[in-house]
């Protein structure tokens, strides 16, 4: 039987998931030409862009703040493709390559999601879509340290996980943001 939680998440990943192969079809795998701390500086982007109207209660440009949680979460996901795919020099990939990376990465991260939710009674249901976004921002700075010291931990996690923990957080938005517009 599957969960109301794992319905929403589907409902989620199904738009980014629309999304991502259009925009595929659209400009080819650009993304590819793109190094990991590329990735985390545009994942910073878009979430400091989310906390900025969160603080000023307004913007400027018409891009809502789903689109820019839509966008955390395919490029996190983008991100664990280009962890995989390291190897990998091909700059073009067809989406029927793609799909099944894409689908990999979304298992993993919805089976961690099911593991942490079990742990924590589904916390994250009465957290604030605010501190939501200062967690992903929390997590995209300890990336950048990570990348900063080229991978080397002590006793973190490496960078794989805080991608997934970003983009259950990101899906965590989405559904509480859902929720609201019903």
């Known amino acids: 039987m599957e969960t109301q939680t794992a319905s929403e998440y589907n409902e989620v990943i199904g738009l980014c998931k629309e999304l ?7 400009y080819g795998t650009a993304w590819r030409i793109l190094r990991l701390p590329s990735l985390t500086d545009q994942l910073f982007i878009k979430a400091q862009r989310i906390r900025s109207i969160q603080e000023k209660g307004t913007q400027k440009v018409t891009d809502s703040i789903k689109d820019e949680f839509v966008g955390i979460i395919n490029y996190c996901l983008i991100a664990l493709i280009q962890l995989e795919l390291r190897q990998d020099k091909r700059m073009e990939i067809d989406f029927k390559e793609l799909e099944p990376l894409y689908d990999k990465w979304v298992r993993a991260t919805q089976e961690l ?6 742990d924590y009674d589904e916390a994250w249901r009465n957290m ?3 501190s939501m976004t200062d967690i992903i921002l929390m997590k995209l700075l300890r990336v950048k340290q ?36 019903r």
Not at 20 to 26: E, G, I
Not at 113 to 118: G, M, S, T, Y
């Open 128 to 130: 604030r879509v605010a």
């Open 146 to 181: 990570i990348e900063d010291h080229q991978g080397k931990t002590l006793v973190s996690e490496g960078v794989a996980a805080n991608y997934q923990d970003m983009l259950n957080y990101a899906v965590f938005c989405m559904i509480k943001l859902n929720q609201n517009d």
């Open 20 to 26: 991502f192969k259009k925009k595929t079809q659209d």
């Open 113 to 118: 999601l099911a593991n942490k939710n079990h």
